[in-house]
């Protein structure tokens, strides 16, 4: 499945399609050097590769996360499945969930601080969050009167930061960010101004060891 027509980044991609199909496994020894020539591809294609392997991991991440989740045999959570009042107590043990997929869905709970909580309770150490709702920067996240909570980028400074945390009186919900951005899912949403907020966190928990590229929680 080796992609001829990528003039670099063809290696990550065909790593991502692998994964979806087979298992990796970690060898703890060096089977490969990268010789510092001048000529190496990624200085002449530097900016074709940084955007094109952002395009890719935007493009396979869900996969990827679920994947991820199958092989732990762990399971897959929508939020619009569980059998519950969010406000609540939701019906799976402490570090029970693989993966949370909150499409659609905060922005029509009234106590998003309690959300969060039960989010970060129910995953296992390294579990995944998936948001995607409606953002302030829009007008969507004001629009509907059934939205109860209201959410942009800076909302989850309050879930990844101590400092933020500590306004809210955050009980050590800590979540390494792996994605963060405003986006327009449609060329309807762009017309119709209502652009939307994605965050994909980590649950990052006492029982794990920290992740590479993991800002430490006290910044």
């Known amino acids: 499945g080796h992609d001829e027509n990528l003039p670099a980044v063809d290696d990550f991609d065909l790593e991502l399609r692998l994964y979806l199909k087979g298992k990796f496994k970690k060898i703890d020894k060096c089977l490969y050097l990268y ?7 990624w200085i002449e294609k530097n900016k074709f590769i940084q955007e094109k392997a952002r395009e890719k991991a935007d493009e396979y991440t869900y996969r990827i ?3 991820w989740a199958e092989l732990k045999g762990l399971p897959v959570v929508s939020m619009s499945e569980i059998p519950c009042d969010l406000n609540g107590e939701w019906p799976y043990p402490t570090n029970s969930v693989g993966v949370i997929k909150a499409f659609d869905k905060l922005q029509l709970c009234g106590d998003p601080i309690h959300v969060m909580k039960e989010i970060y309770r129910v995953l296992v150490p390294g579990g995944w969050i998936l948001i995607s709702t409606p953002s302030t ?4 996240a004001f629009e509907n009167p ?3 909570s209201f959410w942009n980028e800076n909302s989850f400074n309050y879930y990844i930061h101590q ?5 809210i009186g955050n009980p050590g919900v800590k979540f390494q960010e792996i994605r963060r951005k405003t986006y327009f899912p ?7 101004n209502i652009s939307y907020v ?5 649950a990052i928990k006492e029982s794990m060891p920290r992740l590479p590229g993991y ?5």
């Open 146 to 148: 059934l939205f109860k």
């Open 35 to 41: 010789r510092m020539t001048g000529g190496n591809t």
């Open 163 to 167: 400092g933020f945390a500590g306004q």
């Open 186 to 192: 449609s060329d309807w949403s762009r017309e119709a």
């Open 198 to 202: 994605l965050f994909d966190g980590i």
């Open 65 to 67: 996360v679920e994947r």
């Open 215 to 219: 800002k430490d929680w006290k910044i």
């Open 137 to 140: 920067d829009g007008r969507g």
